[in-house]
């Protein structure tokens, strides 16, 4: 891992290239590969769920009227879909 307290995906490849024995190649190209995969459901609009990591959901939220903190200016903030990544209870044990 990094040494700043990063996991990258070069980590990734690498934890696969040490403990499965794919070729860097191959491991960097199954990271890449799987990370699109859950990237194309996420843009199709599927939350994805990785039993025992967590869930990636999809959130559409409405427009509202927002406020300048420092004017105090209402302003109109547009409608939007959010990703929000909630943990599986096994993870949070995991973590804590």
């Known amino acids: 891992m990094a040494n700043d ?16 024995g794919l070729s860097r ?3 960097g190209a199954m990271i890449e590969s799987i990370l699109g995969h859950v990237t194309d459901a996420l843009i199709d609009g ?9 869930t990636f959901v999809l959130r559409d939220k409405a427009e509202r009227i927002g406020r300048n903190p420092k004017t105090g200016v ?8 959010v990703l929000t990544f909630r943990a599986s209870q096994g993870m949070r044990q995991r973590v804590k």
């Open 46 to 54: 599927q939350n994805v769920k990785i039993s025992g990591f967590g």
């Open 5 to 20: 307290g990063t996991l990258t995906r070069a980590d990734l490849a690498d934890t696969l290239n040490r403990q499965v």
């Open 25 to 27: 190649a191959d491991a």
């Open 74 to 81: 209402e302003v109109p903030i547009t409608p939007r879909r």
